[in-house]
């Protein structure tokens, strides 16, 4: 092997020397229990740690949708720097779950320690590929694997239920992964998820090590809010016989219900029915959502919207909304009136979506003052016509409302009590809310939408059941002009937002023979009421009611033996006495879990998830506690007291392995006195002779330089740029 070869095949590990240093460990053991601990202690000491990396770009977003996730279930979460854990790779005793972005930057004390936690049971999350070469052990990599870089495949395939219901679904499909290619992994590891686009390709998968896990997301898509649900999925794995409350709610509000109509034919009602917009509303669309709702035992919350005027200065008057006209009983009558009786006589929620559809904005409304004026003169109409009390929930228009329309908001309407936005967008423009009171304007509660719409892609199912998994919240949006929503250039209703009817549907019947949008929606309620049979349907109203409790209760978790009793201890009052957690099982521990659920007495359900069974567990009092007899857990695959050796040796041969392969043997390097050693000729000023010569920087500028002239994505230039970087 020539000089220069070498020096090329040492940088493959230019991270650090550490493949060899790595395996001579310095021992540092967790604060252990002694022997006359009691077996039951309460605890506020993490479960749930996140080892941030201030040199990782994702390090800091991802720890704080992770903690915010943690918040949620209230389990016991905390946080700590690579920096300080380098110092000091101590672990509490307490801990299960580690996230951490890659090891690249922690010493060979610190990855000890990690591969200790593992291997005695706990569970290690690399949220972003991990291309450390020194700790390819850890994520199931070979021992010859070269790191080098899937450019090609995009998105997400669940071949696992790695969330509930979601297993078989693709999300992401436009955007790259940029992974560890999978030729570097072994083929004995997990794969929980592919590449949407290449199914050969792992994008997230699990390495078992002794009693542990390390669970990989190797992709570099950047996770949002939207994600928080994957990321805990992973957490959770590690919290067997961990109960954590949820609110269990889902709600369905229907915007711009009751609202102005028009005897307009458009399609696809046109052809479909030969109705027009107001008919269709009227006479298919709400009876249909009567009788779904009866037959499922759904309820809903209305949301009217007054007028489609642009009238921002007084007068503010009605014409829009007493325009229209029909027969009902015999009798005319003005039809949103009619429909709002319906809405009350229905025992349904009448809420509240404004005057007009003029988003509570500083620049749309120029004198903001007017927002009260045209709230002032809806009360008075509402109280005329006799719609009931006034509102107690609101939905921005557009879902954009910034913090002087807030204020005016709460002036002008103190019986609203829960707003409602969208959990993702811009904060500043009423979007990005958490179910929190709102921080603009803590006079509101937050209870923002998760999905909408009638037809539930991938992509919806998987944010349904994401936000679900941390806090048991389904807020659902749906209009029932959505089967309107054509896209075609000349329809202008859904401003800045997708069409409604993307697939352009009918809503009975496409075509002659295909689905229309009422059988998607009918389909979809019915597969969750099926699969996760414990979901409570409610009133906008009452779920933020309970979902504001919920959020101000605190809750203690107590260690008893192999699981946690979890009991609220805070002082504020529950409107509602049904109490709801979730809890998580392997599958070879759910005849043990479902045995204890018999013996309290308590009311269960499951549904499967990442291999096991997630089970919602409904109980009279705030608090779960289990027989201190009980045991959750089978014993571990290996005994405690020698795993951990075991994991070792395995370690130790497995770089050695790679060091041979990486290296050469002794044998393979001495060249006997007689051999004729044929030198490699190397271009000066190429990245060759640089890599040889040590100039690793010129190395990868000049890489850099190639990637940025080239015209497409360059798999084998880009391979080497990261190897040398």
Request: aromatic letters at 12%; hydrophobic letters at 35%.
């Amino acid at each position: 092997m020539s000089k220069a070869s070498q020096n090329i095949v040492k940088v493959v590990l230019t991270v650090s020397a550490v493949t060899i240093l790595f395996l001579v460990f310095r021992s540092c053991s967790p604060q252990e229990e002694t022997a006359t601990e009691k077996a039951t202690q309460r605890t506020v000491d993490p479960l749930v740690i996140y080892i941030t990396d201030s040199k990782h770009s994702l390090s800091d977003l991802y720890a704080v949708h992770v903690a915010k996730s943690l918040e949620y279930t209230k389990i016991p979460y905390g946080q700590t720097t690579v920096k300080s854990f380098n110092e000091s790779p101590v672990i509490g005793n307490r801990v299960k779950s580690i996230l951490t972005n890659g090891t690249e930057n922690m010493n060979e004390a610190a990855k000890e320690r990690l591969l200790k936690f593992v291997a005695e049971g706990g569970t290690l999350i690399f949220t972003s590929a991990n291309e450390d070469p020194t700790a390819g052990y850890l994520s199931g990599l070979r021992p010859e694997a070269e790191f080098n870089y899937d450019l090609e495949s995009a998105g997400l395939k669940f071949v696992k239920n790695m969330l509930p219901n979601i297993g078989g679904a693709s999300i992401y499909s436009s955007k790259r992964n940029v992974g560890l290619h999978k030729d570097n992994f072994k083929s004995s590891v997990n794969i929980l998820a592919t590449s949407a686009t290449d199914e050969t390709q792992p994008t997230i998968l699990e390495h078992q090590i002794g009693n542990g896990r390390v669970v990989h997301f190797n992709t570099s898509i950047l996770f949002a809010k939207e994600d928080r649900g994957l990321l805990f999925a992973s957490v959770l794995k590690g919290l067997q016989g961990v109960p954590y409350p949820i609110a269990n709610v889902s709600t369905i509000f229907i915007d711009d219900f009751p609202n102005p109509l028009y005897d307009i034919s458009s399609e696809p009602i046109k052809s479909e029915m030969g109705l027009t917009q107001a008919q269709f509303v009227t006479d298919i669309w709400w009876p249909d959502m009567l009788k779904l709702g009866s037959r499922l035992n759904l309820t809903y919350s209305a949301y009217p919207c007054f007028n489609y005027d642009q009238i921002k200065a007084p007068p503010f008057l009605f014409k829009e909304w007493d325009m229209h006209k029909s027969i009902r009983n015999k009798k005319e009558v003005i039809t949103t009136n009619w429909m709002m009786q319906e809405v009350l006589d229905n025992g349904l929620e009448m809420a509240f979506h404004g005057y007009n559809h003029e988003s509570f904005l500083h620049d749309v409304w120029s004198n903001p003052d007017n927002i009260e004026g045209s709230l002032a003169a809806l009360r008075k109409k509402w109280k005329v016509n006799g719609f009931g009390a006034f509102p107690k929930s609101y939905v921005a228009p557009s879902n954009d409302i910034d913090s002087i329309g807030l204020v005016h908001l709460a002036n002008a309407m103190p019986e609203i009590e829960f707003m409602s936005t969208t959990y993702s967008g811009e904060l500043s423009e009423g979007g990005f809310r958490e179910f929190d009171y709102d921080p603009f304007e803590p006079r509101l509660f937050d209870f923002p939408r998760i999905t909408s719409g009638y037809v539930f892609t991938d992509i919806l199912k998987y944010t349904h059941q994401s936000t679900f998994l941390y806090t048991g919240i389904w807020t659902h949006f749906v209009h029932p002009d959505d089967v309107f929503q054509l896209p075609d250039v000349s329809n202008t209703s859904a401003g800045n937002y997708v069409f409604r009817n993307q697939l352009e549907l009918g809503w009975r019947k496409t075509g002659e023979a295909g689905k229309g949008m009422y059988d998607f929606w009918e389909a979809y309620l019915e597969e969750v009421i099926q699969k996760q049979p414990s979901t409570r349907f409610m009133t906008v109203s009452d779920g933020a009611t309970i979902t504001r409790d919920w959020r101000q209760s605190e809750y203690e978790f107590t260690k008893v033996n192999d699981f946690y009793n979890v009991t609220k201890v805070s002082k504020n009052k529950w409107s509602n006495r049904n109490f709801y957690w979730s809890i998580f099982s392997e599958k070879r521990n759910e005849l043990r879990m479902e045995q204890q659920f018999e013996k309290l007495g308590v009311t269960f359900s499951k549904i499967r998830f990442y291999e096991g069974s997630l089970y919602t567990v409904k109980t009279k009092e705030p608090t779960l506690i289990f027989d201190k007899d009980a045991k959750l857990k089978g014993e571990p695959p290996f005994f405690p007291s020698e795993v951990y050796a075991a994991v070792k040796e395995d370690f130790d041969d497995y770089a050695r392995e790679r060091q041979d392969i990486l290296f050469g043997t002794d044998e393979e390097l001495t060249v006997e006195p007689s051999e004729t050693i044929e030198v490699e000729e190397v271009i000066q000023d190429s990245v060759a002779w640089l890599v040889g010569n040590e100039r690793l920087k010129e190395a990868t500028n000049m890489l850099a330089k190639q990637l940025i002239k080239a015209d497409a994505s360059d798999s084998s230039t880009f391979n080497l740029f990261v190897k040398y970087l």
